[in-house]
């Protein structure tokens, strides 16, 4: 499929027009109605690989964190800023394995 005629004109004048148009965000819906084990700005220890040097301290920024294009109802319970840089990771599950208290 060829893209409309708007598209050519566009890109003859320099201007950015992305083909095919990226695909409509699908509402979130409600995050789960669940109370969570760590509230924001507890300390916490990530699972980022595995074995037992495989976690990495950071600080929960957010609850019920959604990335635009995850289908409508998914939602992972923490957002984290890790210490040792400026990324922001999500922790999928609340369970030990994934996400667990820092030990100080």
């Known amino acids: 499929m060829m893209p409309p ?3 050519f004109d566009a890109w003859h004048k320099g201007e950015t ?3 095919p148009a990226p695909p409509e965000n699908p509402e979130p819906g409600e995050p789960p109605d669940v109370e969570l ?3 924001v700005g507890d300390r916490v220890e990530c699972c980022i690989a ?3 040097n495989g976690w990495a301290p950071g600080t929960i920024v957010s609850h019920w964190f959604r990335a ?3 289908p409508t109802g998914q939602f992972a319970p ?3 800023k890790l210490e ?3 990324n922001l990771i ?3 599950q609340d369970r030990d394995n994934c996400i667990r208290a820092l030990k100080e």
Request: proline content about 12%; glycine content about 4%.
């Open 84 to 86: 040792s840089s400026e």
């Open 68 to 70: 635009p294009q995850w």
């Open 37 to 39: 084990r760590f509230k």
């Open 17 to 19: 027009k992305i083909w």
């Open 50 to 52: 595995r074995g037992p």
């Open 90 to 92: 999500f922790a999928p």
């Open 5 to 7: 005629a708007e598209y």
């Open 78 to 80: 923490y957002q984290i």
